[in-house]
């Protein structure tokens, strides 16, 4: 088909296909692009290089175990060990032990009484085991009654 510049109608049917055209491949290309960019798409279409690549990645991401250095003489660490046990804390005495064990129950015995005061001004009913619903029934104990 020749084109005549003087035949305005042949000229825009070109046109027209010539737009077509273009809309046609800047579709297919943009689908392309969107294909070689998805990695979904690439791992299914090629799984043995992805896998590949993955594989060495990972190998270039996780670092490698590094061998213990074992360079230390019999001398130095017998130095080392001996450095270390003349550190240690020479044990208590026994009036040590005893102020210590005395401290420990007095710290738990005002604990324990700060504790009851609390409960008591909370809940009167628990703290004193009083009648919790006025038919001689502790709150602590079974709903038969006292004994039962």
């Known amino acids: 088909m020749t084109i005549h510049l003087d035949d305005p109608r042949q000229i825009q049917e070109k ?3 010539l ?3 273009i809309s046609t491949e800047s579709k297919s ?3 392309r692009t969107r294909r070689a960019l998805d990695w979904k798409y690439q791992v299914a279409a090629h ?7 993955a594989t060495a990645v990972g190998f270039w991401l996780v670092p490698r175990k ?13 130095a080392l060990v001996e450095q270390q046990t003349t ?11 005893l102020a210590m ?4 129950m007095l710290v738990r015995s005002v604990a324990s009484g700060v504790w009851n005061r609390v409960v008591s001004a909370w809940c009167p009913s628990v703290a004193g085991h009083a009648d919790a619903d006025g038919n001689g029934n502790s709150a602590l104990e079974p709903r038969g009654g006292h004994g039962q």
């Open 15 to 17: 046109m027209s296909e």
């Open 66 to 78: 590094r061998a213990p250095m074992i360079e230390n003489s019999m001398e130095e660490m017998r």
């Open 29 to 31: 290309v943009g689908e």
């Open 87 to 97: 550190k240690t804390r020479p044990s208590a005495g026994l009036g040590q032990t």
């Open 101 to 104: 064990a005395a401290g420990s």
């Open 19 to 21: 737009r077509d055209q």
């Open 47 to 53: 799984p043995v290089a992805s896998a590949v690549i």
